[in-house]
């Protein structure tokens, strides 16, 4: 393998890999949260909800929207609600039931109007 002033290139590029891959999970749980709680700040101070009317928040990584967070609420165990943050503007963009389809006359208790940035 080549030196390059005394040392392996091969040690280089390891040490390189390994930076990358700390780094990057550094930075995937640095968003993970900052973003929850972001959103829990959203609900306790501008929504009004109490620290007990929180049962989770979990933020996830995916397609699209590329970060979202997941809320379920204590009094609505079945129920998802998805936020998400952009230009640093907390909204929710959906609600889903924990399993299944969305019932055709389900009413969502924590349900926002759409106000989509």
């Known amino acids: 393998m080549r030196r390059i002033h005394g040392i392996r290139l091969k040690n280089v590029l390891f040490s390189v890999v390994v930076f990358i891959i700390l780094f ?3 930075w995937v749980w640095f968003i993970k949260n900052h973003t929850e709680a972001a959103v829990k700040d959203y609900l306790l101070h501008t929504r009004g909800y109490a620290n007990e009317d929180i049962a989770s928040i979990q933020t996830a990584f995916g397609k699209a929207p590329v970060v979202s967070t997941e809320v379920r609420f204590t009094d609505e165990a079945q129920t998802r609600y ?6 640093g503007i907390i909204f929710q963009y959906s609600c889903a039931p924990l399993r299944g389809v969305n019932p055709v006359d389900y009413s969502y208790k924590h349900a926002e109007e759409r106000s989509i940035p």
């Open 82 to 87: 998805f936020y998400r943050q952009v230009d």
């Open 24 to 26: 990057g999970a550094g």
